[in-house]
């Protein structure tokens, strides 16, 4: 009997040609697109739909639109705004991949029979004969490697998860999709969060929300008031444009509180920190870090790797020392520890020193 993959299916040329390889090795496939928002969306919007669903019907297999805005509502919007809300800064697409795609959709596999999920993803995923662990690891083409934001992944969900883009580059998948003539093949990516397609994160959250966020005060490191800001869901961490403060020297945003509404700005050298505690942590190549664990570690996903030292401080928490300090370690994003090409694991950074 063939084994049955269900390919989440966005309308893009990466998601298509993961459907057409599935297909190529034997398996039964079904696309689905996920219905994510209610307005407008860069990642499900009716072209987008149709666009999926051309691809899937040139492939001869069938394809699904099924409805998960209440999941995406509430695991990655309301989650979105109540990060930005309490000072950090968050990254919904990880968010998306955690509680949607590789949870949600997962689940929905199972109920109709399917054994694995596919997505486009540029990374790879093995197992480990030495300890019976799945392994993330970086795509082939790490230009494109989108492991970072696939570090939430258990073992249970890298299990049931292919990724057939892990060793391909971005134009040897164009020139798939081309020469299958899928009406995809040179359709263009977006750089902006899929609900808010113009980039304008605080416009969107008061029109989500039907509140507005309060002016503050802008303050220095020594709390002097050096002006007022625009609602701290409008700044982040390194920020140096738009601050509306002028200065005899270049100032960025140092820090933000929730409970006293400020924003904090000062020289690009406070940015810098060597230590930062993360929680909400997942670990892959290992089920802990016991002892002091030299890594490479990313921050940001357009990020380089930094060495770094991390130790499992508690059942949710790491501590992680970079050898040299890094420049606006975030509350809200990511740090994920890779040993070579594997994913060692990583969590929301909590705090920095």
């Known amino acids: 009997m063939k084994q049955r993959a269900i390919i989440a299916m966005s309308g893009g040329v990466d998601s298509s040609v993961a459907a057409a390889l599935m297909l190529e090795r034997g398996f039964d496939c079904a696309g689905i697109t996920l219905k994510l928002y209610k307005g407008e969306s860069r990642c499900c919007s009716l072209k987008d739909v149709n666009d999926a669903r051309a691809v899937a019907c040139r492939l001869g297999m069938p394809h699904y639109v099924l409805n998960f805005i209440e999941d995406f509502d509430r695991e990655v919007i309301r989650r979105f705004i109540e990060t930005y809300e309490k000072g950090a800064t968050p990254n919904p697409c990880i968010d998306c991949n955690r509680y949607i795609k590789f949870n949600s959709l997962l689940l929905r596999a199972r109920q109709l029979d399917f054994d694995y999920v596919v997505t486009g993803h540029y990374a790879r995923v093995s197992r480990d004969s030495a300890s019976g662990r799945f392994l993330l690891k970086k795509s082939a083409d790490e230009k494109k490697d989108q492991s970072y934001v696939l570090y939430c992944l258990t073992q249970e969900q890298l299990g049931r998860t292919l990724l057939p883009l892990g060793d391909l580059s971005k134009p040897q998948v164009r020139k798939l999709a081309e020469e299958k003539n899928f009406i995809t093949a040179g359709k263009k990516e977006s750089q902006d969060?899929?609900?808010?397609?113009?980039?304008?994160?605080?416009?969107?959250?008061?029109?989500?929300?039907?509140?507005?966020?309060?002016?503050?005060?802008?303050?220095?490191?020594?709390?002097?008031?050096?002006?007022?800001?625009?609602?701290?869901?409008?700044?982040?961490?390194?920020?140096?444009?738009?601050l509306g403060v002028a200065a005899n020297h270049p100032v960025y945003v140092t820090a933000k509180t929730a409970a006293g509404n400020t924003v904090t700005l000062g020289p690009e050298s406070r940015l810098y920190g060597k230590i930062l505690v993360a929680r909400g942590i997942n670990l892959i190549a290992c089920a802990e870090i016991g002892k002091p664990l030299r890594v490479r570690v990313k921050t940001r996903y357009l990020q380089r790797e930094e060495p770094a030292t991390a130790l499992q401080t508690g059942g949710d928490e790491l501590r992680i020392e970079f050898d040299h300090p890094q420049r606006a370690l975030t509350p809200g994003q990511a740090a994920v520890m890779y040993d070579g090409d594997i994913v060692v694991g990583g969590g929301t950074i909590a705090e920095k020193a």
């Not at 989500?208 to 309060?214: C, E, F, L, M």
């Not at 002016?215 to 961490?237: A, F, V």
Request: proline content about 6%.
């Open 193 to 242: 969060i899929c609900f808010v397609p113009g980039g304008d994160y605080g416009g969107f959250m008061e029109a989500y929300t039907g509140k507005p966020y309060p002016e503050g005060d802008i303050i220095d490191g020594e709390g002097r008031i050096l002006g007022r800001h625009r609602g701290i869901i409008r700044y982040t961490i390194g920020q140096r444009r738009g």
